[in-house]
C-alpha cells in the first residue's frame, strides 16, 4: 500500500481530512490586532503631516503610511531594532501580510 506524502486524519466512518497547519501565536496576534486597531483612523491621523511624493527632496519615494504605521507598531510590539524588523520581513509571511494589509 503506498503512503501519501501530506498526512490524513482518519476520522469515524473511513472519511479522511488533510491535516491543517496549526497557526503560529504571531499569526493568531496580528489577527487579533487586525480587528481591534482601526488602520484607516490612525493612517487618516497620520497622512496629512507624512511626507508625499511631491515633497521627496531625491533619493527613493517615500513608503506607503499604512505601510510605516504597521512596521512601527510590529516593532515596539515585539522590540525589535530596524536591522531586526528587516529580517523578520524578510523570513515570515504574517509579518509581510500585516505590512501590505494596512
Given at each position: 500500500?503506498?503512503?501519501?506524502?501530506?498526512?490524513?486524519?482518519?476520522?469515524?466512518?473511513?472519511?479522511?481530512?488533510?491535516?491543517?497547519?496549526?497557526?503560529?501565536?504571531k499569526?493568531?496576534?496580528?489577527?487579533?490586532?487586525?480587528?481591534?486597531?482601526?488602520?484607516?483612523?490612525?493612517?487618516?491621523?497620520?497622512?496629512?503631516?507624512?511626507?508625499?511624493?511631491?515633497?521627496?527632496?531625491?533619493?527613493?519615494?517615500?513608503?506607503?503610511?499604512?505601510?510605516?504605521?504597521c512596521?512601527?507598531?510590529?516593532?515596539?510590539?515585539?522590540?525589535?531594532?530596524?536591522?531586526?524588523?528587516?529580517?523578520?520581513?524578510?523570513?515570515?509571511?504574517?509579518?509581510?501580510?500585516?505590512?501590505?494589509?494596512?
Amino acid at each position: 500500500m503506498a503512503h501519501s506524502k501530506t498526512m490524513k486524519f482518519r476520522g469515524a466512518g473511513g472519511f479522511s481530512f488533510p491535516k491543517r497547519a496549526k497557526k503560529k501565536c504571531k499569526e493568531i496576534f496580528l489577527e487579533e490586532i487586525n480587528r481591534v486597531v482601526l488602520w484607516a483612523a490612525q493612517v487618516g491621523l497620520i497622512q496629512p503631516h507624512a511626507r508625499g511624493t511631491h515633497q521627496a527632496l531625491g533619493g527613493r519615494p517615500p513608503s506607503a503610511v499604512e505601510t510605516m504605521l504597521c512596521i512601527h507598531c510590529l516593532q515596539l510590539w515585539w522590540s525589535l531594532s530596524d536591522p531586526s524588523m528587516e529580517e523578520e520581513l524578510q523570513e515570515r509571511p504574517p509579518d509581510r501580510e500585516c505590512t501590505t494589509a494596512g
